[in-house]
């Protein structure tokens, strides 16, 4: 199988200790390709080591992260407009609102998402969209945004199916991982009915492990478990999951 985990982060502190047996168990399994978006400007050098680590299957992204949205925003907005500017860049993200953890910045949180869908048109780079408590908000910034230039991917999708169609009528992929494993995730009980053009499968790891991981470190390998599901959600091979939505990634990505 030809698999592509479009939304890992490798470079955080959970991976120091097997870096590199990671990706490598995950190549093993399938997975060729890392999509890597960013947080914050305190990761930077470790997503641009993690780039010399697999050069041809890290992909990097430059972003802010609405949780790491603060006081300093501007400023990180600013290094992630220079960093667009100076090299190659696989999208724009993860942005978004996360008002799980806390409300106080959500002003910020809008700003910040605002500004870094239009960074996304301007540079023609999907935007990767966060979304935690906070879909009324989301969809709001995204209405306001909505052009042609305008795509990308809904990561960690985890709403209804009248939420599903919004997004994708906003030129989005849903980012489907681990959550549709879950018990209570709830999604796998309408996905079916959503067409599988407009997918993409991911990890998020090391966060979300899918079943039977759940609640221990996730890593890119286990990709294939939430392949696994999908084949089953939708009733065709685990093959077929994952040719189209390797298909849905590269014409994302544009590679």
């Not at 501007?74 to 953890?101: A, H, N, S």
């Not at 999708?157 to 489907?176: H, S």
Request: hydrophobic residues 40%; negative net charge; proline residues 3%.
């Amino acid at each position: 199988m030809n698999l592509i985990d479009t939304h890992t982060h490798l470079y955080v502190e959970a991976f120091d200790e097997d870096r590199k047996q990671v990706i490598e168990r995950a190549v093993e399994e399938g997975v060729q390709k890392f999509f890597i978006p960013a947080i914050d400007s305190a990761y930077v050098a470790s997503m641009y080591e993690l780039e010399q680590l697999f050069p041809d299957r890290i992909h990097l992204m430059a972003g802010l992260h609405p949780t790491h949205v603060k006081e300093n925003f501007e400023e990180e907005l600013e290094l992630v407009e220079k960093q667009l500017r100076q090299r190659r860049f696989y999208g724009v993200g993860e942005t978004g609102i996360d008002l799980y953890w806390d409300d106080t910045f959500i002003g910020q949180q809008k700003i910040a998402f605002a500004r870094q869908i239009r960074m996304a048109k301007e540079h023609e780079l999907p935007v990767i969209i966060h979304c935690r408590d906070a879909f009324d908000e989301v969809f709001e910034v995204l209405e306001e945004e909505k052009s042609d230039e305008m795509f990308g991917i809904f990561h960690c999708f985890t709403g209804n199916k009248e939420q599903a169609e919004l997004a994708i009528g906003y030129g989005l992929k849903l980012g489907i991982g681990g959550v549709a494993t879950f018990k209570n995730g709830k999604i796998d009980k309408f996905l079916d009915q959503i067409d599988l053009n407009h997918i993409v499968l991911e990890t998020d790891a090391p966060y979300l492990a899918p079943k039977p991981h759940r609640g221990k470190r996730n890593e890119s390998a286990y990709l294939t478990l939430v392949a696994q599901k999908l084949a089953e959600i939708y009733g065709v091979e685990k093959e077929e999951i994952a040719r189209i939505t390797t298909e849905n990634a590269c014409e994302v990505f544009k590679i």
